[in-house]
C-alpha cells in the first residue's frame, strides 16, 4: 500500500467552481499533515498545514480525519492561477522533518 | 524574500561519472535536506542534515551518495558514480526549526545522465 495516496486527476474545472482533493496515509503513527503546491517543473511551495480541527486559508480548507488517515482540501471560487499540482505531505517521522509525499493531484482552472 | 539557491539548474553527465549539486540554503536556516524527483513522479525524501552530520537518510541514500557542508553556507550532494535511474530533478530545501514541516525549496538542479 502506498504511504500517501491521492487521485491523480486532472480534475477540471470552470472558474469559480469549488473543487475538493483527498487525500489517505498509512501510518497511523502520523503527527503533521501539510498540503504543498507544485507548479509545473517548479519545486514544491507550502500551502498550508493541516490541524485536527480543520482550519481555512482564504479560499482555502483543510480537514483531517485521523480515525480514517484521511486529509481533504477544499478549494472555493477557483482561480485560474490555482492551476497546479496538490501535493498531500505527511511529516511520518517525528524526529524531523522527513516529508513523505503523494504522487499529487493536478486541478487545471478553465476560463 | 529569503530563498534557497541551487546550481547548476541543469546537468548533462554520462553514466559512472561524479555530479556535485550544490545548495545555498536561506541563511539562518540551520536544517538542510535533500529531495529529488523522477519525471512524473512523487517527491522522494532523501536525507536531512543538520549540526554538520546526516539526522536521517532513506533507501535512496546509498553509498553512492553522500552531503557536505564545506562552509557556512553551501550544502552539496555528491553521486559518486552516476547511473541513469539517477536522472531526476534534486530539490535541496531548509527550515529553520526541526519540525514544523514548512520547508522551503529551492528550484532544483535537473540531473540527465546518459
Known amino acids: 500500500r502506498k504511504e500517501v495516496e491521492q487521485d491523480p486527476g486532472p480534475f477540471n474545472v470552470p472558474e469559480g467552481a469549488t473543487v475538493a482533493f483527498n487525500c489517505t496515509y498509512s501510518n497511523s503513527a502520523s503527527q503533521s499533515f501539510f498540503w504543498y503546491r507544485q507548479d509545473c517543473r517548479k519545486e514544491p511551495k507550502l500551502l498550508m498545514s493541516?490541524?485536527?480541527s480543520g482550519n481555512e486559508d482564504g479560499r482555502f480548507t483543510a480537514q483531517l480525519n485521523r480515525a480514517s488517515q484521511y486529509i481533504s482540501l477544499l478549494i472555493r471560487d477557483s482561480k485560474l492561477s490555482d492551476s497546479a499540482t496538490y501535493l498531500c505531505v505527511v511529516n511520518s517521522n517525528n524526529a524531523g522533518n522527513m516529508l513523505t509525499f503523494g504522487g499529487g493531484t493536478r486541478l487545471m482552472v478553465k476560463p | 524574500e529569503p530563498e534557497v539557491t541551487q546550481t547548476p539548474s541543469h546537468q548533462v553527465t554520462q553514466m559512472g561519472q561524479e555530479v556535485i549539486l550544490r545548495c545555498v540554503p536561506i541563511s539562518n536556516h540551520l536544517y538542510f535536506y535533500w529531495y529529488r524527483q523522477i519525471l512524473g513522479q512523487k517527491v522522494e525524501f532523501l536525507v536531512s542534515?543538520?549540526?554538520?552530520?546526516?539526522?536521517?537518510k532513506s533507501e535512496i541514500f546509498d553509498d553512492q551518495f553522500s552531503v557536505e557542508r564545506p562552509d557556512g553556507s553551501n550544502f552539496t550532494l555528491k553521486i559518486r558514480s552516476t547511473k541513469l535511474e539517477d536522472s531526476a530533478m534534486y530539490f535541496c530545501a531548509s527550515t529553520g526549526t526541526g519540525y514544523t514541516g514548512e520547508l522551503f525549496f529551492g528550484e532544483g538542479s535537473r540531473l540527465t545522465v546518459l
Open positions: 542534515f543538520y549540526n554538520n552530520e546526516i539526522s536521517e
Open positions: 493541516v490541524y485536527s
